[in-house]
């Protein structure tokens, strides 16, 4: 089993698809090591490709006020994408991307072990949950699989981009608290 700086190391010298060449930083998950509660994103924006840092700019400050809401900082949980590089233009990632990347996710997993797991997205949720999960329909629902439990909420840039889902955002992160204390 790698730690979390050989884990890092290792994405941080990555080669394995094409968005290693056009990355300026990859994007390894970052908060507690200890969280009960991972919340998982598509692939690293612009600012986070410029940042290193997973949810910087208009979408993380949304992200952060959500965390909020619940009594939550980022030091709380840990935040993380199935893709380690910026894909351009930030379009969806490939297939092929989201594979070159998947064990890199799968070892985060084991080192965190949480107990929830947040997908942020139809993308993170489509990869995680399964391939035919529809957002608009199941976003706040909980399913238990592997000891853990699974959900996917909207992406702070959807909310950004229609700012009618904040209320059910807000609503899906109440969800998440209430399956939190319940743990």
């Known amino acids: 089993?790698?730690?979390?700086?050989?884990?890092?190391?290792?994405?941080?010298?990555?080669?394995?698809?094409?968005?290693?060449?056009?990355?300026?930083?990859?994007?390894?998950?970052?908060?507690?090591?200890d969280a009960r509660m991972m919340f998982i994103a598509e692939a690293p924006g612009y600012n986070e490709d410029r940042d290193g840092v997973p949810f910087t700019g208009p979408s993380g400050?949304?992200?952060?006020?959500?965390?909020?809401?619940?009594?939550?900082?980022?030091?709380?949980?840990?935040?993380?994408?199935?893709?380690k590089c910026h894909p351009p233009k930030n379009r969806d990632p490939l297939p092929e991307e989201q594979?070159?990347?998947?064990?890199?996710?799968?070892?985060?997993?084991?080192?965190?072990?949480?107990?929830?797991?947040?997908?942020?997205?139809?993308?993170?949720?489509?990869?995680?949950i399964r391939p035919d999960y529809r957002i608009t329909r199941e976003h706040g629902t909980f399913l238990f699989r592997k000891n853990t439990w699974l959900t996917a909420v909207y992406h702070p840039s959807a909310?950004?981009?229609?700012?009618?889902?904040?209320?059910?955002a807000k609503e899906d992160f109440r969800k998440i608290q209430e399956k939190y204390r319940e743990l």
């Open 99 to 128: 594979e070159a990347c998947i064990a890199y996710l799968k070892y985060e997993t084991l080192l965190i072990r949480p107990q929830i797991m947040v997908c942020l997205g139809r993308i993170a949720a489509q990869r995680i």
């Open 159 to 168: 909310i950004l981009r229609d700012p009618a889902k904040l209320e059910e």
């Open 1 to 33: 089993m790698y730690t979390y700086e050989e884990l890092k190391n290792f994405v941080d010298h990555c080669p394995r698809c094409p968005l290693s060449g056009t990355r300026n930083h990859s994007v390894m998950g970052k908060g507690s090591l």
């Open 61 to 83: 400050t949304v992200f952060d006020e959500l965390l909020a809401e619940i009594g939550l900082r980022r030091q709380d949980i840990y935040l993380t994408n199935i893709v």
